[in-house]
């Protein structure tokens, strides 16, 4: 072991021990420095590091950064790495002069990068497949691996890998296994020899090779563990998918290229599909990885990636309703309950190891946000990234309906867990008439509503389903919603600014996104929701804008997907009634031909009432905006034309407007 590691200094500390500092600077460039470094005496133990230009300090960084395979090599937790990056004032000209030494020492670590010389073109690979391994594999430490599992975005990430790599410098190893598009293959390695992993090892010693990606397969083929292995110090890479979509987007694939004819039910049985992603790893574990991305984080996952290993990549150019590089899947087209439950069943592995995946990935954003250690990462970079910082939500699943309202107008769980803020009461009032516990419980009220009528058609929330929140203001539904939806999945939108920054400020982490007054959203995709959901927006729209917002639901929400609406209850011609001669409501009534008697017949025969109050502001006419009784006639008459279907029409005691569910046709 000690023949691959470099010793950079020793001395005697108040003559009780001797500390051996082992470690090497890796990367080197204008805008960082990045390497290993530990105590051989004591390798658990991080190393403080001094960053010198012409023996000047230009900080201080700690060698604690995960690097996993130092651990497998024996030292210590393998938490050795450091990285350091120049700020604008330190302006760097001559690498040549930039020095790291352990605070404690005077000698510098050494740059280890090796040369290639003309005697590796002629060793033995067989040897060098055994124990011969690990020593020449340490000449190879700039190497990255790639383990592109198919359909986890390694499209886009090859596509940024190649402004990176040269050519010369990239291998491309797709030969494993049979699930490469035909386009791809065409376009990329039609013309490539199929390869034996002897002669693979052979091209990249002969080769000045940095980048190795490919579809590895299976053990059995060229398995990743056989790179993994011969290859120890290489950084590892691979991104790993919600095992949902990821089986959906497989199916979807094998029936696009590969004349798929088996049924999703059948198809899920077979033995390949079964835990994809894990098999794909060859029996390396995550914690084996030098890295571990999410598809869904993707932008995300890049910034880590930067922040751990130094490689740069270009962040996925998405749409509003597409970010963290995803498409998601309406899941009742693919198969009902007992199909999913099956599902899970046979996939615990790549359930749990996407958790995994997820809760490191949680972790390495936490690190770069920590404030205990802000020297670590340079100058203003963590202020930079705090927006990256991932909550996870899913305690509160446990809480009745009352606990979790009471957690979020506390503003913290039953054991201190950090929840979202919230406007000042009066601010909160504004927009939904009530405020704190009593708005968070109206709330949590209306999804539990929402879940129990989705599942009884065939849609159960999960936490990657896609969400449209229409009209989100302050962010109290949105908030509720947490704990049922990622923020991944969940996309808030106002034309109200104000409520945007709100939400912004309260959710950094969130989606929010302004949009227009009227229809159409241009920042919408088509189909590209599972469910949208408005509380109190229908209850105060004309006709004419109801109808407007019906086509654009009908064009943003998939095929099977569910649009959830609240309006009026009936019982609120009472109210118009009982307020005919005030000042606030006689102009409107008047206005709309209001006549008790008339209008509770129109409400027998399906009408649309609407009484134009206006919005309470001149950007909000009254021609548009006021008070709106929709009935469940009207619906059923005019579904068809919307493109949905009603499944549900309520007035629960338990909720002040009327609760409405239709489905997308």
Same mark, same amino acid.
């Given at each position: #072991?000690? *023949?691959?590691?470099?010793?950079?200094?020793? %001395?005697?500390?108040?003559?009780?021990? %001797?500390?051996?500092?082992?470690?090497?600077?890796?990367?080197?460039? %204008?805008?960082?420095?990045?390497?290993?470094?530990?105590?051989?005496?004591?390798?658990?133990?991080?190393?403080?590091?001094?960053?010198?230009? /012409?023996?000047?300090?230009?900080?201080?960084?700690?060698?604690?950064?995960?690097?996993?395979?130092?651990?497998? =090599?024996?030292?210590? *937790?393998?938490?050795?790495?450091?990285?350091?990056?120049?700020?604008?004032?330190?302006?760097?000209?001559?690498?040549?002069?930039?020095?790291?030494?352990?605070?404690?020492?005077?000698?510098?670590?050494?740059?280890?990068?090796?040369?290639?010389?003309?005697?590796?073109?002629? +060793?033995?690979?067989?040897?060098?497949?055994?124990?011969?391994?690990?020593?020449?594999?340490?000449?190879?430490?700039? !190497?990255?691996?790639?383990?592109?599992?198919?359909?986890?975005?390694?499209?886009?990430?090859?596509? &940024?890998?190649?402004?990176?790599?040269?050519?010369?410098?990239?291998?491309?190893?797709?030969?494993?296994?049979?699930?490469?598009?035909?386009?791809?293959?065409?376009?990329?390695?039609?013309?490539?020899?199929?390869?034996?992993?002897?002669?693979?090892?052979?091209?990249?010693?002969?080769?000045?090779?940095?980048?190795?990606?490919?579809?590895?397969?299976?053990?059995?083929?060229?398995?990743?563990?056989?790179?993994?292995?011969?290859?120890?110090?290489?950084?590892?890479?691979?991104?790993?998918?919600?095992?949902?979509?990821?089986?959906?987007?497989?199916?979807?694939?094998?029936?696009?290229?590969?004349?798929?004819? %088996?049924?999703?039910?059948?198809?899920?049985?077979?033995?390949?599909?079964?835990?994809?992603?894990?098999?794909?790893?060859?029996?390396?574990?995550?914690?084996? =990885?030098?890295?571990?991305?999410?598809?869904?984080?993707?932008?995300?996952?890049?910034?880590?990636?930067?922040?751990?290993?130094?490689?740069?990549?270009?962040?996925?150019?998405?749409?509003?309703?597409? @970010?963290?590089?995803?498409?998601?899947?309406?899941?009742?087209?693919?198969?009902?309950?007992?199909?999913?439950?099956?599902?899970?069943?046979?996939?615990?592995?790549?359930?749990?190891?996407?958790?995994?995946?997820?809760?490191?990935?949680?972790?390495? !954003?936490?690190?770069?946000?920590? *404030? /205990?250690?802000?020297? =670590?990462?340079?100058?203003?970079?963590?202020?930079? @990234?705090?927006?990256?910082?991932?909550?996870?939500?899913?305690?509160?699943? &446990?809480?009745?309906?009352?606990?979790?309202?009471?957690?979020?107008?506390?503003?913290?769980?039953?054991?201190?867990?950090?929840?979202?803020?919230?406007?000042?009461?009066?601010?909160?009032?504004?927009?939904?008439?009530?405020?704190?516990?009593?708005?968070?419980?109206?709330?949590?009220?209306?999804?539990?509503? #929402?879940?129990?009528?989705?599942?009884? *058609?065939? +849609?159960?929330?999960?936490?990657?389903?896609?969400?449209?929140?229409?009209?989100?203001?302050?962010?109290?539904?949105?908030?509720?919603?947490?704990?049922?939806?990622?923020?991944?999945?969940?996309?808030?939108?106002?034309?109200?600014?104000?409520?945007?920054?709100?939400?912004?400020?309260?959710?950094?982490?969130?989606?929010?996104?302004? !949009?227009?007054?009227?229809?159409?959203?241009?920042?919408?995709?088509?189909?590209?929701?599972?469910?949208?959901? +408005?509380?109190?927006?229908?209850?105060?729209?004309?006709?004419?804008?109801?109808?407007?917002?019906?086509?654009?639901?009908?064009?943003?929400?998939?095929?099977?997907?569910?649009?959830?609406?609240?309006?009026?209850?009936?019982?609120?011609?009472?109210?118009?009634? &009982?307020?005919?001669?005030?000042?606030?409501?006689?102009?409107?009534?008047?206005?709309?031909?209001?006549?008790?008697?008339?209008?509770?017949?129109?409400?027998?025969?399906?009408?649309?009432?609407?009484?134009?109050?206006?919005?309470?502001?001149?950007?909000?006419?009254?021609?548009?905006?006021?008070?709106?009784?929709?009935?469940?006639?009207? =619906?059923?008459?005019?579904?068809?034309?919307?493109?949905?279907?009603?499944?549900?029409?309520?007035?629960?005691?338990?909720?002040?407007?009327?609760?409405?569910?239709?489905?997308?046709?």
């Amino acid at each position: #072991m000690n *023949n691959q590691l470099y010793t950079t200094a020793s %001395k005697n500390i108040d003559g009780a021990r %001797k500390n051996v500092y082992r470690g090497g600077i890796e990367i080197i460039c %204008k805008e960082y420095v990045t390497g290993y470094c530990f105590d051989a005496s004591t390798p658990d133990e991080p190393v403080c590091l001094r960053v010198l230009m /012409d023996e000047i300090e230009l900080g201080k960084t700690w060698a604690k950064l995960e690097k996993i395979h130092y651990h497998n =090599l024996g030292i210590g *937790n393998g938490r050795c790495g450091f990285y350091y990056r120049f700020t604008e004032n330190h302006q760097i000209v001559d690498l040549n002069r930039i020095r790291v030494v352990p605070v404690d020492d005077t000698l510098p670590l050494r740059f280890i990068h090796t040369k290639r010389n003309n005697k590796a073109s002629t +060793l033995d690979i067989q040897s060098s497949l055994s124990e011969g391994t690990a020593s020449r594999a340490a000449r190879f430490n700039d !190497i990255f691996i790639v383990n592109h599992i198919p359909k986890t975005a390694g499209t886009s990430l090859r596509s &940024s890998l190649d402004k990176q790599f040269s050519a010369q410098q990239s291998l491309y190893h797709y030969f494993g296994v049979g699930v490469c598009s035909p386009d791809i293959w065409n376009w990329k390695f039609a013309e490539q020899p199929k390869l034996k992993f002897e002669d693979v090892v052979k091209n990249i010693i002969e080769r000045p090779i940095s980048l190795i990606m490919g579809h590895f397969g299976y053990p059995e083929q060229h398995g990743f563990d056989k790179f993994f292995n011969a290859f120890p110090l290489a950084r590892s890479i691979s991104f790993f998918r919600e095992p949902y979509d990821h089986v959906c987007s497989l199916y979807t694939f094998a029936c696009k290229y590969f004349s798929e004819s %088996k049924s999703f039910e059948k198809y899920i049985e077979q033995g390949y599909v079964r835990n994809y992603q894990t098999n794909a790893l060859c029996g390396v574990s995550i914690d084996q =990885l030098s890295f571990a991305g999410i598809v869904e984080y993707y932008n995300e996952s890049l910034d880590v990636l930067y922040e751990t290993l130094g490689l740069k990549l270009d962040p996925a150019k998405v749409n509003v309703n597409e @970010k963290k590089s995803r498409v998601g899947y309406n899941y009742s087209q693919f198969g009902n309950g007992k199909v999913w439950a099956r599902f899970e069943e046979l996939n615990q592995a790549d359930i749990e190891l996407y958790q995994q995946a997820k809760n490191r990935l949680k972790e390495h !954003i936490d690190h770069i946000n920590s *404030n /205990d250690s802000p020297e =670590l990462y340079g100058s203003g970079l963590i202020q930079q @990234k705090k927006k990256t910082v991932i909550p996870d939500f899913t305690w509160a699943k &446990s809480l009745s309906k009352v606990e979790w309202a009471k957690s979020l107008s506390d503003g913290k769980g039953p054991n201190g867990e950090a929840l979202p803020s919230f406007p000042p009461v009066d601010v909160q009032a504004k927009f939904v008439g009530s405020n704190g516990y009593d708005a968070f419980l109206d709330a949590i009220t209306f999804i539990e509503k #929402m879940k129990n009528r989705l599942v009884e *058609n065939g +849609l159960e929330i999960r936490k990657n389903t896609l969400t449209l929140d229409c009209g989100v203001g302050w962010g109290r539904i949105y908030q509720a919603m947490l704990r049922e939806v990622e923020p991944a999945s969940i996309l808030g939108v106002d034309i109200d600014s104000e409520a945007i920054k709100m939400c912004e400020q309260s959710m950094p982490y969130g989606r929010f996104e302004l !949009i227009s007054k009227n229809p159409p959203y241009e920042n919408l995709q088509e189909a590209s929701f599972d469910i949208v959901y +408005l509380y109190s927006v229908f209850s105060h729209l004309s006709e004419t804008g109801f109808r407007s917002m019906m086509a654009e639901f009908s064009r943003i929400t998939k095929k099977g997907g569910f649009l959830v609406f609240t309006t009026l209850k009936r019982v609120h011609l009472n109210v118009w009634n &009982s307020h005919g001669d005030s000042s606030a409501y006689a102009p409107a009534l008047k206005a709309a031909g209001y006549n008790f008697k008339k209008w509770q017949d129109l409400a027998d025969r399906g009408g649309f009432l609407f009484v134009p109050t206006g919005g309470g502001d001149p950007s909000r006419p009254n021609d548009y905006y006021g008070e709106t009784i929709i009935t469940e006639q009207y =619906l059923n008459r005019e579904k068809a034309s919307f493109g949905f279907a009603l499944k549900a029409f309520e007035n629960p005691d338990d909720m002040a407007q009327a609760f409405v569910v239709m489905q997308k046709l």
